[in-house]
């Protein structure tokens, strides 16, 4: 029955186990450890012969609910809940590399994963390309024989570039290198990266996952068996583990995943338009106008454009700042995937830290603005805008 559920009874339903009283909602187990009713039972489940608990790092029933239930939403195997979206990102970055290995990457990553690759990293011995990863041949012209992972986010953060997952990974299994997809910007409701030829996908789940803005989490979806076994014990040994607390409240929000995502979808297609054809506006980078790059990709890839745009402002430096200092409505804040609209200026904040070329480079030009759209009434987040650009 479970597997013919369209996605919105499947996201409310799927998980759960009973517990002894009808709980219709998984309780938060707020407990460190188990016990065993005897010796051998404890015996069993360290051996595995068993289902059940041992301690919460390694695993709890209401961290295991939210586990099951997006890797039913991912097509996956199973699940491993994160303490954050960067800790999934370690995880995945300590289970298939050793020193001597090499990564081909996006030049346009969420900024920590960059900055992990580039530091930490490195200075185990791991060595990274960063390419435009939404050009094929960059991609294969990267691959070297210790190429052992390629690491894509698609749309990536902020430029919303779109990459080709089928044909990356079609090239990957030639070379027999690991595919990982940091879905965060699609969530599972728009993209399934293993459905593509991904063999693991990622979440930060503080964002669409969980969208309330009130937590912080992450999750790595392995696509079988042996992949999940790989990538389990970096979790349950380097302590990347979730809070029964923060699991119940990421489960509780991905509940209405696909309402909130369709209604910010919604709002974001029409103030992509309204962005478009407003005079201070340079250009807007949203896949759901023509103009995208990738439009025809998206229309593939994606079952649609989200709720993420990026524009640029004719003024540049000056005219991003004024603009982040005069909205109203929408929230001036990094972060994105909630209910509220927030909006924020790479530039002079999110990747400061870059030179002008290295941003430039990646696409991140002075002028661009990146707003992710909330579930608002559309009339009020356009007129902030509107009000917003007319002082910029
Ligand atoms: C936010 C984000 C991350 C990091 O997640 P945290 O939960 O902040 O640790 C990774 N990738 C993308 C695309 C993100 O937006």
């Known amino acids: 029955m479970k597997s013919k559920l369209g996605f919105n009874s499947q996201v409310i339903h799927a998980g759960g186990q009973k517990d002894q009283w009808g709980s219709v909602v998984t309780p938060i187990y707020q407990t460190s450890t188990f016990s065993f009713r005897d010796v051998e039972h404890g015996a069993a489940l360290f051996a595995g012969e068993e289902d059940g608990y041992i301690y919460s790092r390694f695993c709890n029933p209401t961290i295991a609910d939210l586990e099951n239930t997006i890797a039913e939403m991912e097509n996956g195997y199973k699940a491993i809940g994160c303490a954050s979206g960067m800790a999934a ?11 001597g290995a090499h990564v081909v990457a996006h030049n346009a990553l969420y900024g920590a994963t960059l900055t992990i690759l580039g530091t930490i990293f490195k200075k185990f011995g791991v060595e990274s390309t960063f390419v435009d990863t939404t050009v094929l041949d960059n991609v ?45 910007f699609c969530s599972p409701y728009l993209q399934k990266p293993l459905d593509l030829g991904a063999d693991i996908v990622l979440h930060s789940m503080t964002k669409f996952i969980n969208g309330h803005a009130d937590i912080v989490g992450g999750i790595v ?71 995208h790059p990738q439009y025809h990709l998206a229309q593939r890839q994606m079952s649609g454009p989200g709720a993420m745009i990026s524009f640029e402002l004719k003024g540049g430096f000056e005219a991003g700042k004024t603009m982040m200092n005069s909205v109203e409505l929408a929230v001036l804040a990094v972060s994105l995937g909630g209910i509220e609209t927030l909006i924020q200026h790479p530039a002079s904040m999110t990747h400061s830290k870059l030179s002008k070329e290295a941003r430039e480079k990646a696409g991140i030009t002075d002028g661009l603005v990146r707003l992710s759209v909330g579930i608002e009434e559309m009339e009020d987040i356009i007129a902030d805008l509107e009000q917003a650009l007319g002082k910029s």
């Not at 070297?144 to 090239?171: H, M, R, S, W, Y």
Request: charged share 20%.
């Open 140 to 184: 294969k012209n990267a691959i070297q024989p210790n190429t052992k992972l390629i690491f894509l986010e698609t749309p990536a953060n902020p430029t919303i570039g779109i990459c080709d997952i089928q044909a990356i990974c079609e090239v990957a299994k030639q070379h027999n290198i690991t595919v990982c997809v940091d879905n965060t």
């Open 89 to 99: 990102v370690s995880v995945v970055f300590t289970a298939c590399l050793s020193a």
């Open 221 to 291: 979806v392995a696509k079988n068996k042996e992949e999940y076994d790989r990538l389990l014990p970096s979790m349950r040994n380097l302590g990347f583990n979730m809070d029964p607390h923060q699991a119940f409240l990421a489960r509780r929000g991905l509940k209405t995943l696909g309402i909130r995502m369709e209604r910010a979808q919604e709002n974001a297609g029409k103030i992509a338009v309204f962005l478009e054809n407003h005079p201070k506006v340079k250009s807007v980078l949203y896949p759901g106008l023509p103009s």
